[in-house]
């Protein structure tokens, strides 16, 4: 399977007491457990961000090896770090809501013979980094058993890379690239360099861009979402072939823009393009109906539909859904153009619409120009009557 196939069917002290007691508030997560053979040993809970972290609790184990620590819920997915010590061996915990997490391991295999209950995210993170440790292991023997032929060294330590990238891309960004396991994945290391490069690689801009158009949905406006849109859009603004231009829309100022035509498939297959329309009034809508909020919004975009339909109103929806089975399904029942763009921000249209949220929209008079965007509408349904008059 090629490289675009697998993206098309794809990343905080306070001491408490030897008898830990804790009442977890409705806003609050847990983490809890048994770390056995850990007498007298101190456990610290760090909130985690890539390349660094904050402690925000510790506890002193007894000969049970209990403990319970309880936080504040984090505004999207987030990381918690278990360490044995200050200098020991860690554990990371993804924590996405209000969820109880059990830990159960030993002092001496702490991360290695770990077993993690109620967290599926953190399961799947303690997998990619194990995965890394085998990596950096293999690769390492590689350099350590190096002949003078460094140029084969080299490519096959590449090759090693590159297959490793494309495994971790297919196994756990491309299912769920929403998901904290994904984020995570994107920010593995070789050697305590970062595996992907979205500013030189197009195939490791793609992996952060379907990690970013997923999160720009699910979690838009929070901290880790924009942080990936924006290292995305560099990066698929970096690797973008060069023969490619980038056309920027410039409406602030300008009655009129020119159209830069779409051509993307409906639920049956077939391409419809944008330019297709010219001679209605069209509303060109980037959109993904897996956000409720935004599939909730359909609602008053059918009523302004059905009054000015027959009066050369269309709606041209393009859709960032990745699920596209459930696309088809969302959008057999609208009545305009439901078509879905599969490459999601790494595509070539979200670039030249200058695309930095879902939803935005344009209006385009009869003449396939572009009149405004979303930011510049104050009423919908008056600018579009507006348009309509206009011959």
């Not at 061996?89 to 702490?110: G, L, R, W, Y």
């Not at 690239?177 to 195939?203: C, E, I, Q, T, W």
């Not at 393009?318 to 969302?330: A, N, P, Q, V």
Request: charge should be neutral; proline fraction near 3%.
């Amino acid at each position: 399977m090629s490289i675009q196939n697998v993206i098309k069917t794809i990343f905080g002290v306070a001491v408490t007491g030897l008898a830990i007691t804790s009442c977890t508030q409705p806003d609050e997560f847990t983490i809890k457990g048994t770390i056995n053979g850990a007498e007298k040993s101190m456990l610290y809970l760090s909130s985690v961000e890539i390349g660094s972290h904050q402690y925000i609790d510790s506890a002193r184990l007894d000969k049970s090896g209990t403990f319970r620590f309880s936080h504040q819920r984090p505004e999207c997915f987030d990381f918690y770090r278990l360490q044995l010590d200050k200098k020991g061996p860690q554990i990371t915990i993804s924590i996405d809501s209000t969820e109880t997490v059990t830990v159960t391991t030993d002092a001496k295999n702490f991360a290695d013979s770990c077993k993690i209950e109620g967290s599926e995210e953190s399961v799947k993170i303690m997998q990619l980094t194990q995965l890394e440790k085998a990596l950096s292991a293999q690769v390492n023997r590689l350099i350590d058993s190096a002949s003078p032929a460094v140029g084969r060294t080299r490519e096959k330590i590449q090759s090693i890379v590159d297959e490793f990238k494309t495994n971790i891309c297919k196994e756990y960004i491309a299912p769920a690239p929403g998901k904290a396991s994904a984020y995570y994945a994107l920010f593995l290391r070789l050697n305590n360099v970062l595996l992907f490069d979205p500013m030189h690689s197009r195939f490791d801009s793609r992996c952060f861009s379907a990690v970013a158009t997923s999160l720009n949905m699910t979690h838009p406006h929070t901290t880790k979402a924009m942080h990936i849109y924006n290292v995305a859009y560099k990066g698929m603004r970096a690797t973008q072939p060069a023969s490619r231009d980038t056309i920027h829309i410039e409406t602030e100022g300008k009655s009129n823009t020119a159209l830069f035509d779409i051509k993307l498939p409906n639920i049956d297959g077939d391409s419809i393009s944008l330019s297709s329309l010219k001679g209605k009034v069209v509303m060109l809508d980037f959109t993904a109906y897996s956000n409720a909020q935004l599939s909730a919004r359909n609602i008053g975009l059918r009523d302004i539909y059905s009054k000015y339909k027959d009066e050369g109103f269309e709606i041209y929806q393009i859709s960032y859904d990745y699920d596209e089975h459930f696309w088809k399904t969302s959008a057999d029942n609208l009545p305009w153009t439901c078509v879905r763009d599969g490459e999601g921000l790494s595509s070539y249209n979200i670039t030249l619409y200058r695309i930095s949220q879902i939803p935005t929209f344009f209006l385009i008079n009869r003449a396939n120009e572009i009149v405004m965007r979303d930011v510049q509408v104050e009423d919908l349904e008056k600018s579009i009557k507006n348009l309509l008059k206009e011959k």
